[in-house]
């Protein structure tokens, strides 16, 4: 049953609280929101909304979530594993006699329902960019993209990704006012050297399997043949 893989590090918050509480989850540093209103949980954060938002500093947390279905801790794997796949979410939230006990993430479903494709079915091709791109240039194409990651290549060979943690920070800063400080400007114009972050890296042959071990520890994997970039595998993509 769900309730022997629940998730237990989570934070009920209000969805009339401050989108600045949420933060600290997005950079690792706290444990993951439950969004609720009237103490009923109604999803949680939504990510990619995040980024696609002008974040001034005091906008509410309900603008940022998604609904998910809520599942009683009672289920199978292989019922949860139905819920996701039907609605489209790698997270659901766990409830057992009505109260909310937790959640669980995809990975922790497929560890024990399986799964048999190999990497080079599960990764989607994201567009790469360049390290010498510019950080303005990656804020426009992650608000246009529906991908939480985008890989970065150096000198056309693999080198890391820039996600919405890398990024985030620099949107809530240059958003609060329109005389942007001189020295927030430039970082826009900077490039993204010395923010890519390394991920694991897998061979297009690699199986499910082995994916899922490696996403029990990090959000992203790249699929690469050598040095030769082929795509990326977020969590959402082994639905």
């Known amino acids: 049953m769900i309730k022997e893989i629940v998730r237990k590090d989570f934070r009920l918050i209000e969805e009339n609280e401050d989108i600045r509480k949420i933060f600290g989850y997005i950079y690792r540093e706290a444990e993951f929101p ?3 209103k009237d103490k009923k949980a109604i999803g949680i954060i939504d990510e990619r909304n995040l980024m696609k938002s ?4 005091n906008e509410r947390i309900k603008n940022f979530v998604v609904g998910v279905p809520k599942i009683d801790a009672t289920y199978s794997a292989q019922k949860a594993k139905s819920v996701m796949v039907n609605s489209g979410v790698d997270k659901l939230i766990v409830t057992s006699e009505k109260e909310i006990i937790g959640y669980v993430r995809l990975i922790d479903i497929l560890k ?3 799964i048999e494709k190999t990497a080079k079915e599960l990764m989607k091709y994201v567009q790469p960019v360049e ?3 510019k950080v303005g240039e990656i804020i426009n194409i992650m608000r246009n993209s529906n991908r939480k990651f985008i890989p970065v290549l150096s000198e056309k060979k ?5 996600g919405i943690r890398e990024i985030l920070p620099i ?4 958003e609060k006012a329109k005389d942007y ?5 430039s970082l826009l114009e900077t490039s993204l050297t010395g923010l890519v972050r390394e991920v694991p890296i897998c061979g297009e042959n690699e199986a499910g399997e082995e994916i899922i071990k490696i996403m029990e520890e990090s959000e992203v994997v790249a ?3 050598g040095k030769e970039y082929l795509g990326l595998i977020e969590e959402i993509d082994l639905l």
Do not use: A, Q, Y
């Not at 693999?158 to 820039?162: H, M, P, Q, R, T």
């Not at 949107?171 to 240059?174: A, L, M």
């Open 158 to 162: 693999f080198s890391g990704v820039i």
């Open 223 to 225: 699929v690469c043949r």
């Open 54 to 57: 002008k974040i001034m500093g």
């Open 181 to 185: 400080h001189p020295e927030k400007t």
């Open 112 to 114: 024990i329902t399986g």
């Open 131 to 133: 390290e010498r791109n």
């Open 171 to 174: 949107i809530s800063t240059k």
């Open 34 to 36: 439950i969004v609720t």
